[in-house]
């Protein structure tokens, strides 16, 4: 089954850096576009970055631009989100997601688990 594994979220001060990872299984990664998504308390889940399949295109939440970059290792199945220059108001449950078109036709959108960023001093 599909299996999206978030990891490398936790507590930095204001203007520091984290690296997000998801580790995907359960389809062929290579082949599908993914993105980072985050909720903050008490607001709507918004998508933070995108990149295509063979991670030649990305997209950045304008909030985002110029800090967070996104990017892929096909060969390990996984991405990655940079994070720069954060925010307090950066601080959120980050999640990964896959949008999957299988072989029937169905498109299954997936969920990881979500891995918490605070920012603050």
């Known amino acids: 089954q599909v299996q999206l594994v978030e990891s490398g979220g936790g507590l930095v001060q204001p203007g520091g850096s984290l690296r997000l990872s998801c580790a995907a299984s359960g389809f062929t990664f290579s082949s599908v576009p993914m993105s980072w998504y985050r909720q903050a308390p008490g607001k709507e889940r918004e998508l933070v970055a995108s990149i295509t399949s063979a991670g030649g295109r990305t997209n950045y939440a304008d909030s985002v631009k110029g800090r967070f970059t996104i990017s892929r290792d096909n060969a390990k199945n996984t991405v990655f989100l940079q994070m720069n220059s954060l925010k307090p108001e950066d601080s959120a449950v980050y999640y990964c997601?896959?949008?999957?078109?299988?072989?029937?036709?169905?498109?299954?959108?997936?969920w990881g688990q979500g891995t918490q960023v605070t920012v603050s001093s």
């Open positions: 997601n896959a949008l999957v078109t299988w072989r029937t036709g169905i498109l299954g959108n997936y």
